[in-house]
């Protein structure tokens, strides 16, 4: 229900003031406030005027404070009703304290660390001016060669909604009236873009709408049921229609099923490019079937303000269908209190108090540490003693490019470099001695042996290796997953001196490790680990900190291999040891099916041991549910901690069901030799699920369970779901 503020703007606007709250600019446009003249250009280009700029409801990638106070200060001197603008931008893993990126977030599996990140950056972007973040994106995943993989937590339904919900409280808080220090999230991007053909950035996506239910739209679900204020549209079809034109996806499952009230905003360009697309026309076609779909704000694209007017003159729009949009744009404007405080949280003395301080950062540090996964430790090579001689080598050695896309307002200059924290770390500097080795790219015989003296006069070799930042992220799809081939050129020379040798990754998506796996005695994924993340895999290589990082996407052999991950069906021609030499079987002859690393898998500097996996009855109905225990014991020197996982098969459904789900998991902190009992309850609406005719609900029968430390090695146990 619309509120009256927002009721009574509305009989006061025109037409064309309405229509024009629908568009959304960037940056530039506005940036004649700055008098620095450089409106023309972007103008011209989008073929929109003056009254389009001052009247339009919101603007994207405007921050800091004196700069957003100046421009809403001009906005409302010339907007005749007084109509706030709304500041919206990225603020996907931090603001200027940068947070490891969301794929490593969701390794660390610690929802309150997800939140917490979330708080701060909400912080640190209200105080420097911004109300709302275009994020969390909690796309499912399942192709590591799509660059924006590193934006979502992973490929499971599951950890991906619990993800979006903690981001979501930790943007929004309870109450953003009265939390000034908090932003309005923007859950995108709507719907399925994970599924992006060929993992080809703006690619087609084509699913069942069963498969659309039952993997890629919990994680939006979840997000809005936590209250979450705004939904950004995919550039994506479905079922062969752009989402911004979406009529089956935004008015009937968004807006009427789920019962969505809040704003849904396109993704930029999307409404236009519903004419690349072969949908639309033009511009016309374009901006009814996106006002049709129920899209409010069109990003970046003028089809709205240049047609949506003459539709409604013509009748051919029903000026209704603007003023829905026009009065959910107020009213979270209302929301946010803009309407009182124009200038909500922007205040230049909080933003040089808070953004970037030691308490953010501090955290920052501490998910950095528990988002990095040991791949591999042979021989227990890691953790390092401080009096070890160690040869750092190789292009992330001293470096700052370690905060991944989506940090725009992140510093490489101020980021943690791995060089200078090993050098604090050890017991003295000269200990760690860097060398280049190679660029990211390339690679010359003077930094090879610069690198293989420095490594010659070492203990341990470490080498830092990865991609660049612009190598994942948005318009980065790569076909090649492998490290660059300079960097594999320099591990082959320096795996030739056979020493002890840790590689650390620094990377935005799964690799195909090829090249680096077998060649290192220890591998830790740092992933972009964030401002302070040079501190943290220091912390971690000297042991200060133990790994506790679980894969929350699947590692795959080779490119070929994908999409590969651990939810996947059994096929009707399974392999297993008894098959694997018959050919008629679902197998590659040169890779094996499973990936890598699966789901769920990362390594500790201590062990850990499972006792039996004990269910406290063999069967379970609606009303009873059943326990399932585990003793888990901390069998190493060191105190750790483990990720211990519950997961589910259904051995017959009315459809196909996955040979593993993930249904619960406990993190739990043991010292050397404690144990601690785990368990879950299982309950009918567990076991529920999307069936032919997309009701949902569980099938009595057989089902099997698994308890143990990622999707591969768990212990089994089964039960019947009894009517
Ligand atoms: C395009 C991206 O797909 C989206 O995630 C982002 O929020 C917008 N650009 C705005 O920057």
Not at 226 to 254: H, Q, W, Y
Not at 599 to 624: C, H
Not at 697 to 707: A, M, N, Q, T, W
Request: charged content about 25%; proline content about 5%.
């Amino acid at each position: 229900m619309a509120s009256r503020l927002a009721k009574e703007l509305l009989t006061k606007m025109t037409l064309e003031e309405k229509v024009s709250q629908l568009l959304q600019l960037a940056a530039p446009f506005y940036d004649e406030i700055k008098d620095d003249g450089e409106i023309t250009g972007p103008m011209e280009e989008l073929g929109i005027t003056d009254a389009h700029v001052s009247g339009s409801g919101s603007v994207l990638g405007v921050s800091g404070a004196e700069n957003v106070i100046a421009l809403q200060n001009k906005h409302l001197e010339n907007s005749r009703l007084g109509i706030p603008l709304l500041v919206m931008a990225d603020i996907v893993h931090g603001f200027k304290t940068i947070f490891p990126i969301p794929l490593a977030i969701g390794c660390s599996w610690d929802m309150e660390l997800a939140e917490a990140s979330a708080e701060i950056a909400a912080k640190e972007a209200a105080v420097s001016g911004v109300h709302v973040t275009f994020a969390p994106m909690v796309d499912l995943v399942r192709d590591p060669r799509w660059g924006r993989v590193m934006e979502s937590t992973g490929e499971d339904p599951y950890l991906n909604s619990l993800f979006a919900r903690a981001f979501v409280r930790g943007f929004q808080g309870q109450d953003l009236a009265s939390e000034k220090h908090r932003v309005a999230a923007c859950v995108k991007h709507f719907a399925a873009y994970g599924l992006a053909e060929g993992g080809r950035e703006y690619n087609t996506v084509d699913l069942s709408e069963r498969q659309l239910r039952e993997y890629y739209l919990p994680a939006y679900k979840a997000a809005l049921d936590e209250g979450c204020e705004m939904v950004m549209t995919s550039f994506n079809t479905v079922e062969g229609i752009p989402a911004s034109g979406n009529k089956k996806l935004m008015r009937d499952l968004l807006r009427e099923e789920w019962g969505f009230e809040g704003v849904l905003i396109s993704d930029w360009a999307a409404i236009k490019e519903m004419i690349a697309h072969g949908v639309a026309e033009g511009e016309e076609e374009a901006a009814l079937k996106a006002i049709e779909a129920g899209v409010d704000i069109e990003m970046m694209t003028p089809c709205y303000v240049h047609h949506l007017p003459q539709l409604v003159q013509e009748g051919r729009v029903d000026e209704a269908l603007i003023d829905e949009a026009v009065l959910r744009i107020l009213e979270l404007k209302e929301k946010l209190g803009l309407f009182e405080e124009p200038h909500r949280g922007a205040d230049p003395e909080a933003e040089a108090q808070l953004v970037f301080s030691a308490a953010h950062r501090e955290v920052a540090r501490e998910l950095a540490v528990k988002s990095s996964v040991l791949l591999k430790n042979e021989g227990g090579l890691l953790p390092l003693d401080p009096g070890q001689k160690v040869a750092l080598i190789g292009p992330f050695a001293a470096s700052g490019d370690i905060l991944g896309w989506w940090s725009w307002q992140g510093s490489k200059e101020k980021a943690a470099q791995l060089g200078t924290a090993m050098q604090q770390a050890s017991a003295q500097a000269s200990n760690v001695v860097i060398a280049q080795g190679c660029q990211i790219e390339s690679i010359s015989e003077a930094e090879v042996q610069e690198a293989e003296a420095a490594a010659k006069a070492a203990d341990v070799i470490i080498l830092a290796l990865g991609e660049s930042s612009e190598m994942s992220g948005e318009g980065a799809s790569r076909s090649d997953i492998r490290l660059p081939e300079a960097q594999l050129e320099l591990v082959r020379r320096i795996s030739l001196l056979g020493k002890p040798l840790a590689i650390v990754l620094f990377n935005g998506r799964p690799l195909d490790l090829h090249g680096v796996y077998d060649e290192a005695d220890a591998l830790l994924e740092a992933w972009y680990p964030g401002s302070e993340g040079g501190a943290a895999v220091a912390d971690l290589l000297y042991g200060k900190a133990n790994p506790s990082g679980r894969l929350s996407m699947s590692f795959p052999h080779t490119v070929g291999q994908i999409p590969v991950y651990y939810n996947h069906f059994n096929t009707g021609r399974p392999l297993s040891e008894a098959s694997s030499e018959e050919r008629y079987i679902s197998k590659y002859l040169d890779i094996p099916n499973e990936p890598l690393l699966p789901f769920g898998y990362g390594l500790s500097y201590t062990s850990f041991a499972y006792g039996e996996l004990v269910l406290s009855s063999d069967s379970l109905t609606a009303e009873n549910p059943l326990t399932a225990s585990v003793k888990v014991t901390n069998t190493g020197s060191l105190t750790g901690e483990e990720t211990v996982q519950l997961y589910v098969r259904d051995i017959t459904g009315e459809v196909v069901r996955p040979m593993k789900e993930l249904k619960g998991f406990r993190k739990v902190r043991l010292t050397p030799g404690e144990s601690a009992e785990i368990t879950f309850e299982i309950n009918e609406p567990l076991l529920r699920y999307y069936h032919s005719d997309l009701s949902y609900k569980s099938d009595p029968g057989r089902f099997e369970l698994f308890i143990g430390p990622n999707s591969r090695d768990a212990a089994k146990g089964s039960f019947q779901l009894v009517r």
